[in-house]
C-alpha cells in the first residue's frame, strides 16, 4: 500500500493484490460493498494518519477509486469539515462511490491530466529513477498542454506493444489521472490550450526537471 499526501486535504491510495489478501478482501468485495464498512478502510486512515498525517477525526469523507489493467485500486480520499461539506453537498446524506474506470492498453492515444506542474515533473523523476523505461520506444510524439490551469500530457501513436506498457500505465496513474483517448479532445488541447513541451515531453521533463 501506498500513501501520497496530494494536499492538506486530500490523499491517493495506490494498493495491490497483495494488499488486498492482507486486509482479507478482494476485487468483488471492494465493487460490491461500501468500502466504509470494510476492514481496509480502517487500515487506510490509520496508516494514513502515521505516515503522512492525515487525521480525519470529525470530518465528512468523499473517495473516489479507479482500477487499473493490472487491478492494482487507486483511492483518492478528500476530507472536509461539517461546515464545508454542507456548503459543497446541501442537504446531502454522505455517500461513498467506488467506480471502475481501466484504461485501454490497446489504444494508440492517451490523454492524462496533472493538477500542477510539479505532479508532472515528480513523475518525470519516478520514470527517470525506475530506469526501466525505453520512452522513445513506448511513444515517438509526447506533448505537454496546459489548458484551464490543468497541465495535459498527450500521448499519441502508442507502441501498444512495448513491453513496459502496462508498469508505464500503472505508474502514471500514481502521479495523474486517465483523462481520455479521444482525437476530439486531443484537438481542442492543441487548438485552444498552452504548448508547454511540444515534443518528447517526459525525455525533456526527464532532463531538466528531474533530480
Given at each position: ?88 453537498l446541501p442537504n446531502t446524506p454522505k455517500k461513498l462511490t467506488v467506480k471502475r474506470k481501466s484504461v485501454n492498453i ?42 484551464n490551469d490543468t497541465y495535459y500530457l498527450i500521448l499519441s501513436n502508442i507502441n501498444i506493444n512495448y513491453k513496459n ?19 476530439t479532445f486531443k484537438t481542442k488541447l492543441i487548438e485552444h490550450g498552452n504548448s508547454i513541451i511540444k515534443k518528447n ?11
Amino acid at each position: 500500500m501506498k500513501i501520497e499526501k496530494l494536499t492538506e486535504n486530500k490523499i491517493r491510495v495506490i494498493i495491490n493484490d497483495e494488499d488486498l489478501k492482507q486486509n482479507h478482501t478482494d476485487l468483488h468485495t471492494i465493487m460490491t460493498k461500501s468500502l466504509e464498512n470494510q476492514g481496509l478502510f480502517l487500515n487506510i486512515l490509520s496508516k494514513a494518519e502515521k505516515e503522512v498525517g492525515f487525521y480525519t477525526e470529525n470530518c465528512k469523507l468523499l473517495i473516489e477509486a479507479f482500477s487499473t489493467p493490472d487491478d492494482m485500486f487507486v483511492f483518492t480520499i478528500t476530507k472536509y469539515n461539517e461546515t464545508d461539506f454542507k456548503d459543497i453537498l446541501p442537504n446531502t446524506p454522505k455517500k461513498l462511490t467506488v467506480k471502475r474506470k481501466s484504461v485501454n492498453i490497446n489504444n494508440s492515444n492517451s490523454i492524462y491530466k496533472f493538477d500542477s506542474f510539479d505532479e508532472f515533473c515528480n513523475f518525470c523523476n519516478c520514470i527517470n529513477n525506475k530506469n526501466q523505461f525505453e520512452i522513445n520506444k513506448l511513444s515517438k510524439h509526447i506533448s505537454l498542454y496546459l489548458y484551464n490551469d490543468t497541465y495535459y500530457l498527450i500521448l499519441s501513436n502508442i507502441n501498444i506493444n512495448y513491453k513496459n506498457i502496462k508498469i508505464f500505465y500503472n505508474t502514471i496513474s500514481e502521479f495523474g489521472k486517465f483523462v481520455s483517448n479521444s482525437n476530439t479532445f486531443k484537438t481542442k488541447l492543441i487548438e485552444h490550450g498552452n504548448s508547454i513541451i511540444k515534443k518528447n515531453a517526459i525525455s525533456i521533463g526527464i532532463k531538466y526537471f528531474s533530480e
